[in-house]
């Protein structure tokens, strides 16, 4: 039997796959969703991670299957790329659906952002301050997630999104499958021909009319994609 493992989102968790995993398992396939930790009560971090970590947590999660697919969403694909080239010997493929970990095209504007964040404390004394930062991050920064997490997740988020993986994607051996919304505008299209011109064995597919959620978009069309794969 074929073991796939999916790795959600930020702040999302297993229950939001349940109609992928529906319409991939069978007899010949086993679908695996774990709850990635610090997003639900009883998963909640005791220090701040960084990507190894979560690398590992996977690496600890997956022991016992010798060896399986991958398959990474947004968030989850940043692990699941880092996974790929610490643990290659683990996995028969990859799957990246809208995966982060390539914004750094985006430099310009990250460094504009990292120096613009800290002078909005400044101005913290003027009424409805707290509404203007969440419209600055919103429509400028566009991380909103960031302000939406507590304790040790803060921290986490900034240590995930500050690791650049591009300069890893070369290292990438196993075949990879790249997924994308064409309408994705929480990581642009663009990110996904970038993965495909860095990462030799891999193939590019379009996902016609999607964002950045074909799970819940069109969480059929996903599955016959992915079952195609895994084939």
């Known amino acids: 039997m074929k073991t796939l ?17 529906e319409n991939i398992e069978s ?30 947590w996977l690496k600890d999660f997956s022991q ?19 996974f790929a080239i610490k643990y290659p010997q683990k996995l028969f493929g990859l799957i990246l659906v809208s995966a982060g970990g390539v914004e750094s095209k985006r430099a310009l504007k990250k460094l504009t952002i990292q120096f613009l964040t800290p002078r909005l404390k400044k101005f913290s ?29 803060k921290d986490t988020f900034k240590k995930v999104i500050e690791e650049d993986l591009i300069p890893l994607l070369k290292e ?24 495909k011109e860095e990462i030799k064995f891999s193939q590019l597919e379009i996902l016609k009319n999607i964002r950045h959620n074909p799970h819940s978009e069109n969480p059929q069309l ?6 195609e794969f895994l084939k």
């Open 222 to 227: 996903l599955a016959q994609k992915i079952k």
């Open 64 to 82: 016992d299957r010798e060896k399986f697919f991958l398959l990474g969403h947004s968030f989850g694909g940043r692990i699941a790329i880092k």
């Open 125 to 153: 004394f003027l009424p409805r301050y707290n509404f203007f930062r969440k419209l600055f991050y919103k429509f400028v920064v566009k991380k909103t997630d960031y302000l939406e997490v507590k304790g040790y997740l």
């Open 5 to 21: 493992i999916i790795l959600h989102g930020w702040q999302s968790s297993e229950e939001r796959w349940q109609k992928v995993k």
């Open 27 to 56: 007899d010949e396939i086993e679908v695996i969703v774990p709850d990635i930790p610090g997003f639900k009560p009883g998963t909640e971090l005791e220090k701040p991670w960084n990507l190894d970590d979560y690398v590992e």
């Open 172 to 195: 990438i051996k196993v075949p990879v499958l790249i997924l994308w919304g064409e309408k994705d505008k929480t990581l642009p299209l663009r990110d996904a021909y970038l993965i």
